[in-house]
């Protein structure tokens, strides 16, 4: 996938989107507005779905972290997404279908192969309730997430990454079979791969840090710093590639008693995790969900920021229940910044009214009962 | 379809194991060798000649009909010797024209997930070739995959205290290529490759 060779403003619209099968959407087929895009109804009803369809549309996944077989309807076998997008004047349609176990991709009508090169024509941020386990949840999650935003910015990072844990499962199975013959070879290489790994992740959460704080303090509406860093014992993330490097392939060595002892690598990036800071307190043990959710929520920002100033695209925000939990205070400074900038939005809630937006402000709203747009 | 002819059956359970081939690819196959008796006859010779007259070359463990193969015996450069993971990478290599030394064939990567290791490659043959003769330079040529590489890193510390060069193939832009349609990890490594000109 080329990156877009000048830095045009061009906004990515997502037009229509017709699906079919998709959990308890049997059919449905919308036109969206190229702002905000309001779905809303009783709890249960699939608001959500919808919003699932479309990250899943752009990305490949699903944003609740669902299987494929959790995405088709009960009573069939194969589901189908089809969208329409606008890219920089450019009209492109994207069609999914698939079962428990793979998916057909098309772009225009014609197959294509490759999912990288799919998966950046509709780009999506997303923002849902299951994104706070980013402040609660596990290293792992908190690595999952850095990883797709620093590959939403970056497209070679996929094959550094791939290659990292390719080599780290290989020596990984020396370890496991205690038979280190050759395993020189292979700390040499996951230094390698490691550093490339890290000295990517370590410049995105850098770039990341100063338009976060900035859009913490905007959502907020206060002089809270906020501040993230990637955490990684063993190194300073000023380093750089090579002194990274040095430092991982010391840390490997250093390690390697204890490698031997429990029989499988541990120092590395497959260990490293996102710290979050407010005011230099963890936000995990000391923020309330309003700050959390606000943390987060700023977190997307800087990334649509970034994704903007690296590929000159401006992705489409989905916003699941986000009035949950959030003040109509920081609700309103959110929605001033949506308004602001020209990115097509879709919200799902409980209560339209919750969503303050002014008379002016073009929109469309779907009411959702039970899988259907009524 | 097939349960009235044991032995097409069986041919076409022997044209299935190979690589690419399906049941129905070897199906097609097995017809049309049926239809023309004197290509099936041609086949077969064919397949036993390779059996009883191809072996590996006692010295690079490429494949040869003469041991030592002709490039082994031939006249060739002494004192470079290019490391390849199978005997094809040497044919690829001499289709060039651009390696004038000999070759020493792996015969697979360090890969701990699929049980290879140094034990199970020729790696003891070759440090033996490069302890005993005069060979001045080793030309490392497996594939840029991570385990070519991890192979190629373990190649490399073997060589340090062996007084020889060790080179590796370079990699990036293939001749001939448009730029634009590079895939952008490959243009990552050009670019961080790059030479003086």
Known sequence: MKRAAFRIMSDMLLNNLTINFFRNIRRSELHFDNRFNIFYGKNGQGKTNYLEAIFFLGTLKSFRHAKQKDMIDWDEVTAHLRCSIIDNELQNDLSISFDNSSKILKIDGKSSARAVDYCHLLSVVAFSPEEMVMINGSPEQRRRYLDRAVFCSDPGYLKIYHDYYRVLKQRNQLLKLRNY?????????LANTGARLIHKRSAFIRELAEPFSIY?????????LARLCYHNPSYDSRFSLSEIRDELFRALNASSRIERDRCATVVGPQRDDLEFFLNDRPI????????????VMALKMAEIELLNETSGRLPILLLDDMTAELDSNRIQHLLDFLTGRNIQVFITTTDPASIPLSGSTQRASFLVEDGRIV | MLHNSHSLTRLVGELKKLPGIGEKSACRLAFHLLRSPANIIALAEALNEVKSRVRFCSVCFSITEDDPCAICRGNRDDSIICV????QDVLAIERSGAFRGKYHVLHGVLSPLSGITPADLKIAQLLERVSNSSIKEVVIATNFSVEGEATAIYLTGLFRNHGVRVTRLAHGIPIGSDLEYIDSA????AVQGRSEV
């Open chain 1, 181 to 189: 013959a050759g395993i020189e070879a292979w700390t040499d290489q």
């Open chain 2, 186 to 189: 490959t243009m990552q490594r």
């Open chain 1, 216 to 224: 913490y303090k905007n959502i907020s509406g206060s002089d809270e």
């Open chain 1, 284 to 295: 995990r043990e000391h923020g309330s969900q309003g700050q959390q959710k606000s943390f």
């Open chain 2, 84 to 87: 390849v993971e199978e005997p």
